[in-house]
């Protein structure tokens, strides 16, 4: 059974961090692409950030230079560092592993106060 725990959400004043981790089982960690999606209140889920099993990196374009995705294959575990925060990162973001098939965290919620 595959597992996605995703933790590290909160609540944070605009220009501050957040570091959210995802915690997978049940998969083959290092041979799947990871990915942080988010999801605002009225608003379709979008594409964050991604990581191939290789380490390859792709960001949505108004979190390039803030955000950075990693993973630590040694612990099945997917990181975004998010950085200067702003309103518009408010959102719950969800954790995706992709091999042979997609599976979805539960969701974090971020809120961004300005």
């Known amino acids: 059974q595959v597992q996605l725990v995703e933790s590290g959400g909160g609540l944070v004043q605009a220009g501050g961090s957040l570091r959210l981790s995802c915690a997978a089982s049940?998969?083959?960690?290092?041979?799947?692409?990871m990915g942080w999606y988010r999801q605002a209140p009225g608003k379709q889920r979008e594409l964050v950030a991604a990581?191939?099993?290789?380490?390859?990196?792709n960001y949505e374009d108004s979190v390039k230079g803030r955000f950075t995705i990693s993973r630590d294959n040694a612990k099945n575990t997917v990181f975004l560092q998010m950085n200067s925060l702003k309103p518009e990162d408010t959102a719950v973001y969800y954790c995706?592993?992709?091999?042979?098939?997609?599976?979805w965290g539960q969701g974090t919620q971020v809120t961004v106060s300005s």
């Open positions: 990581i191939t099993g290789g380490g390859s990196t």
């Open positions: 049940g998969i083959i960690f290092r041979l799947s692409a």
């Open positions: 995706k592993a992709s091999f042979m098939s997609e599976y």
